[in-house]
């Protein structure tokens, strides 16, 4: 199932990506599409972020995880590259574990 | 202006330059992407396939969080769309037709877009940042993926590595700078709320599709507030 996963997702990726090199501009050169353009990567990572922080399965917790994505928001304040926010969020939670605090 | 030379070492240094940092979001992606229950195979070809980094982690992140193939799925793709405005903002500057068009669909990304937008009153320039850039990111991409999940391999348990931790972590990063304006903000906040309020109801990944719903809410009643000035590329 994974790779039927990949497969559809790489087409449906493929398609947008050439479906804008294709059409004439004025087709999607409506403010609307544009501005939901805009906003859709916004709502869906921030939905992303959201769930995969407090959800386990269809409950929420409050988990290492939370020290984590903190820590996380910290590192992005002082203007941190992507590979150290990721690597202090990994690192927070499991030195919490660790300590069996969380 | 200066030389041709000249113009074309600058925009080479800098794709290989925007290349090697993109590296560094192909390293975590392998990990997270074997932590989450692929292969190095499935990880490996899901960068070079799909290519779109946010598409990525959001398949990876979706699956290993036991949402369905479908959810999974509409989620990443729903995260690609915003290529279709990138390759709609490309097509003049590009003018590629056949196999040509065929290859540089797969290569249009944020770095690509934006680095041949940076270069767009220069023809040959953008050209190359275009094709330049494509090209170091989707090389380093897939070198950095594989590393990365050769890796994630020899590390072991996800969980006590914090590696669970890191998939929000890396969502986020993605997320952060796309929330210069207030519009965004308030569209981050409102997806997140909606999300969260239906985990408990709805089926695993639907809340995240669902929080799709704030985004066309907001596209619309809010279009001013949300687009960029003129020359934006993400």
């Known amino acids: 199932m994974i790779w039927v996963a990949i497969a559809v997702t790489a087409l449906g990726c493929y398609a947008f990506k050439w479906f804008g090199l294709s059409v004439p501009e004025s087709v999607l050169d409506r403010p609307w599409v544009r501005a939901t353009a805009v906003a859709l990567p916004v709502a869906l990572l921030a939905a992303l972020t959201a769930v995969q922080t407090f959800a386990v399965g269809s409950s929420l917790t409050i988990d290492a995880r939370v020290a984590g994505v903190a820590a996380a928001v910290v590192a992005l304040l002082l203007r941190a590259p992507f590979l150290v926010v990721v690597g202090v969020a990994a690192l927070s939670a499991a030195g919490l574990r660790a300590l069996g605090v969380a | ?234």
């Not at chain 2, 982690?57 to 995260?79: D, E, I, N, R, Y």
């Not at chain 2, 950095?144 to 072991?156: E, V, Y």
Request: glycine share 12%; proline share 4%; hydrophobic share 60%.
């Open chain 2, 1 to 234: 202006m200066t030389d041709w030379p000249r113009r074309r070492r600058a925009v080479l240094r800098d794709a290989v330059g925007v290349g090697v940092a993109t590296g560094a979001y192909g390293l975590s992606f392998g990990a997270i992407g074997v932590a989450g229950g692929l292969t190095v195979a499935q990880t490996c070809a899901t960068s070079v396939l799909m290519f779109t980094g946010a598409s990525q982690f959001a398949l990876v992140g979706v699956l290993a969080a036991g949402g369905g193939t479908v959810s999974a799925a509409v989620t990443a793709v729903l995260l690609g769309a915003r290529n279709a405005l990138y390759g709609l903002r490309l097509s003049s500057l590009l003018q590629v037709t056949g196999l040509r068009k065929a290859v540089g669909a797969q290569l249009v990304i944020d770095e690509s877009t934006a680095m041949c937008v940076a270069h767009e009153d220069d023809p040959s320039a953008r050209r190359l940042a275009f094709w330049a850039t494509g090209l170091a990111v989707f090389v380093l991409w897939n070198l950095a993926t594989l590393a990365g999940a050769l890796a994630g391999t020899a590390l072991g348990d996800p969980q006590a590595l914090g590696l669970d931790a890191a998939v929000p972590a890396a969502f986020l990063a993605l997320l952060w700078p796309r929330l210069a304006q207030r519009a965004a903000r308030l569209v981050a906040v409102g997806a997140a709320a909606v999300a969260l309020a239906l985990t408990p109801v709805a089926p695993v990944g639907v809340p995240v599709m669902a929080a799709a719903a704030v985004a066309v809410l907001a596209g619309v009643r809010w279009r001013d507030a949300l687009l960029p000035g003129p020359g934006a590329a993400s």
